[in-house]
């Protein structure tokens, strides 16, 4: 297991864990300054500080892409939908390969309607059809393009609004289902926080191995959690044995980055974001 | 498939439902008065009135308890700790027998301190093994009073403070490991609420069988849902497709009581109760 006590060398900021305080392009920099040397950006952040003046930051300050968020929310109650999502979702596979990123990360959606608060029906098999179904339509794209495709199995809290892939277990079926070949072209994203609960983790962990194994995000599971989407916690301030999780997915070949990724919307979106990163780069040393 | 359509003799209300409007006699009033046939308690709502008291008027009433709730919270810190668990789920086999209830409900418990807010550590895999010798231990004394056993897997956003069982196969496991004989003194109660969300649930109730189905839970995912403890919805108000479950469990040869449990803070338990009880008839009978 890598040595991260001495330095953060394989710390990656997931930009939404300081979106609350500055613009993409503020956080590069602060990034930068603090010699951290991956994020991974959410698309919302770069359009606002627009595609081509990011990858130029990206590019200047050399900074890397440990991922970019986000593709997926395949399911439609509409043929009109599920097209409107793959040309999206083809946007997306482009803007991270602008941006030169290690993998787009898939949030594959779930219930038409729910994430409006408004679900249009119950069918939860009909949305994992259509999830697979986008899947592979993307990665038809993502292949020819060269971008590789990370499924992130989202907490079974999210089932209904967020993601219908729940299980590390599920996403791997997908995975094999998919590209049996493990062309590494997909593969799934270990979050911490969605899967840290799971009896089978370690054991579907060591089954996705290094073909699979595309990203790492950490933050930490609170008690009491406050919130089902905003309260995640910062690492070594909840339950999650970090270290454990981090030496089962290296034990399995992982060699990336260990990308921080915290909602919280009544604690660290609320403090001054320099503190943040730099409680970012200290626990990542101590916690992670 | 059986027809709820026409009657409620398959409901049974958890009493934790009106919890907030009356105390468990008066519960047992209003239930008997509506031609419901069973009820399912909790501990500190009998002990509220008393276990004879309690014993006397399900019997003049002629009230089956399809389970009594709740028995576990196995995991502790110390060796005392874990004695005491077990002296309790002693008590709580007697009750459940006093009350001649189909069986104790287990909500094993995790890491300990953390339902109160202090976890003392993060050993999952140490919340798991106590769990698994808390059962086995418990079954011994069960077995002799002859009062079965139901795990109830809770979804995993309580594995960190209420139960590290959360999934279906998880507690299969266990009971396979602990009972392989399918005594019928070891099984599980499927929660809707719990479960719903999971890719392999049809699997693994046709797994576990007519020996191991010993409850059946429901009640409605809401989406929003607001609050990871108190916001379940109404049977019909959520997403939960609750005929397919019921199907899949009666497929499986399940054929008891179909259990309402609700625990809403900002809803249900703000109404009349007698407009609960009324709506969980009307429901039983339209969305179940």
């Not at 409107?84 to 779930?110: F, H, I, M, P, Y």
Request: glycine content about 8%.
């Amino acid at each position: 297991m890598r040595d991260f006590s001495a330095d953060h060398r394989w710390l990656s900021i997931n930009t939404a864990t300081v979106r609350a305080q500055w613009k993409l392009d503020r956080i590069i920099e602060e990034c930068a300054r603090r010699g951290i040397r991956a994020i991974s950006p959410w698309r919302d952040q770069v359009a606002a500080v627009g595609l081509e003046r990011v990858a130029r930051l990206v590019r200047d300050t050399r900074l890397e892409l440990s991922g970019y968020c986000r593709g997926g929310m395949f399911p439609a109650s509409t043929p009109e939908g599920r097209r409107a999502a793959l040309d999206d979702n083809r946007r997306a596979v482009d803007e991270a390969k602008t941006l030169d990123a290690a993998c787009l990360v898939l949030v594959v959606g779930s219930l038409p309607g729910a994430l409006e608060g408004r679900p249009v029906g119950k069918d939860l098999a009909a949305a994992r059809t259509d999830v697979r179904d986008g899947i592979a339509a993307t990665l038809e794209y993502a292949r020819d393009v060269g971008m590789p495709l990370a499924i992130e199995p989202l907490h079974p809290m999210y089932a209904a609004d967020r993601a219908c892939v729940n299980t590390l277990e599920q996403a791997l079926d997908l995975c094999d289902a998919l590209d049996p070949a493990r062309s590494g072209m997909l593969g799934v994203a270990v979050d911490a926080y969605h899967v840290w609960w799971d009896p089978k983790l370690q054991e579907q962990i060591r089954r996705a191995g290094t073909d699979r194994l595309l990203a790492f995000h950490v933050c930490d599971w609170l008690v009491p959690t406050r919130d089902l989407l905003n309260d995640r916690g910062m690492m070594g301030d909840g339950v999650i044995d970090l270290p454990q999780l981090r030496g089962w997915v290296e034990s399995a070949g992982f060699a990336g980055y260990s990308e921080v990724e915290i909602f919280s919307a009544e604690d660290w979106w609320k403090r001054d974001g320099g503190e943040v990163l730099d409680t970012c780069i200290s626990r990542h040393r101590s916690a992670v």
